[in-house]
């Protein structure tokens, strides 16, 4: 996936011409992207490994890497920006280290921790069994939904916010309050979605149908009852919040307008986290990708962006919209988790897929070990 994701970033600025953005811009953003463009497998490598701990339980390994690591990252942009020639491009170079630093040490850490050698998961490089051709089908048959699911609801939001560029600057300006602000609070209901997705596997994996349904239903609960909390405060602090990142009033006042929408949507952005991850560990990620597809590019957009230019709505119009698509999401995933999940069947599906790959895993064992009686 990162060599044609490379070539997209590699050419992005007659992308982001052909749209109207400003020349300087465009020309700004290609040099960052290339430069990220080193950081990428890095990042990959430390997402990949993180995923691997905690779907053993292994949860604060990444987070004390991320803890020691930020502050690196945070003098690494001042001594890059403000004391070598790089200017505003030493602040790609710097997430790049970062990346690669985070996923070393995320390695030694790994290579350190007592669970990990308590579990014995790692079996050494076996070039053999990832280049499986049955494997890496079954596993794109999980990921490339996975990255529907993910994707088009991130791009999604980026479609918003090149539609709110259009809007004027102090559409852009309010805009970008309010997305630094949501991808800041979005951390809650990410979490859940993690810890919804291995709890649900694990309980699977475990043949504990009762379980798996009793955790499903509670984790949704709990990402409503935040998102509700974060609502209420995000609804009180609305008339002043603007000044956190803004002296300018029209920024200000606009947020405030736009404030209620963004309070509501965390209601939705909880139980559509939640029960993504829950889906992801039912291996029935294909469901949120159709879901998102259709809530945002159906509705949400077509939705936003009408309200946003054909009415005096502007950026709420464009939140409007998507308020509308997540809570469809949301709703629509917990439908299926509530009503249309038989778990004792998932839970057989799940012991089939295993007993597949066990006999995939002893299948190349036999081989190699027929190959090196023959050498």
Not at 8 to 14: F, K, R
Not at 17 to 36: G, H, S, Y
Not at 202 to 219: C, E, K, T, Y
Not at 327 to 346: A, K, Q
């Amino acid at each position: 996936m990162l060599i044609p994701v490379g070539v997209l970033w590699t050419y992005m600025e007659p992308v982001l011409l052909a749209i109207k953005e400003p020349p300087r811009l465009c020309k700004d953003v290609q040099d960052i992207l290339r430069i990220l463009l080193f950081g990428a497998p890095g990042y990959i490598a430390f997402e990949s490994l993180k995923k691997y701990l905690q779907c053993q339980g292994i949860m604060k390994a990444a987070t004390w890497v991320l803890i020691v690591i930020s502050p690196i990252n945070f003098a690494l942009n001042i001594f890059l920006v403000h004391y070598t020639s790089l200017g505003m491009l030493g602040c790609p170079v710097a997430l790049s280290i970062t990346y690669w630093c985070a996923f070393f040490l995320l390695i030694a850490v790994t290579s350190m921790s007592s669970m990990h050698k308590q579990n014995a998961t790692w079996g050494g490089f076996q070039p053999r069994a990832v280049f499986n051709f049955e494997s890496c089908l079954e596993f794109l048959k999980l990921a490339i939904p996975g990255i529907l699911m993910v994707g088009t609801e991130w791009a999604a939001f980026e479609i918003v916010a090149l539609a709110a560029g259009r809007l004027g600057e102090l559409s852009l300006a309010a805009q970008s309050v309010i997305m630094t602000t949501d991808q800041i609070i979005s951390t809650l209901p990410f979490g859940f979605g993690v810890v919804a997705s291995n709890r649900i596997g694990n309980l699977i994996g475990a043949q504990s149908a009762i379980g798996a349904r009793n955790a499903a239903h509670a984790i949704a609960l709990i990402s409503v009852v935040v998102g509700f909390a974060v609502m209420i405060v995000m609804l009180a602090a609305r008339n002043s919040f603007g000044y956190i990142y803004s002296d300018d009033e029209g920024v200000v006042k606009l947020v405030s307008k736009v404030m209620p929408l963004v309070a509501s949507f965390q209601i939705a952005d909880g139980l559509a986290n939640s029960c993504g991850g829950i889906l992801r560990g039912q291996g029935r990620q294909h469901l949120g990708a159709m879901f998102n597809l259709v809530a945002y590019y159906i509705l949400a957009l077509p939705i936003g962006i009408t309200l946003a230019f054909k009415t005096s709505l502007g950026l709420q119009g464009l939140w409007i919209g998507q308020v509308i698509g997540l809570f469809t999401v949301g709703l629509s995933e917990y439908g299926v988790v509530w009503l249309g999940t038989n778990w004792d069947r998932e839970i057989q599906k799940g012991i089939k897929r295993n007993a597949e790959e066990a006999k995939r895993r002893a299948l190349d064992e036999q081989m190699r070990q027929e190959g090196g009686l023959t050498n």
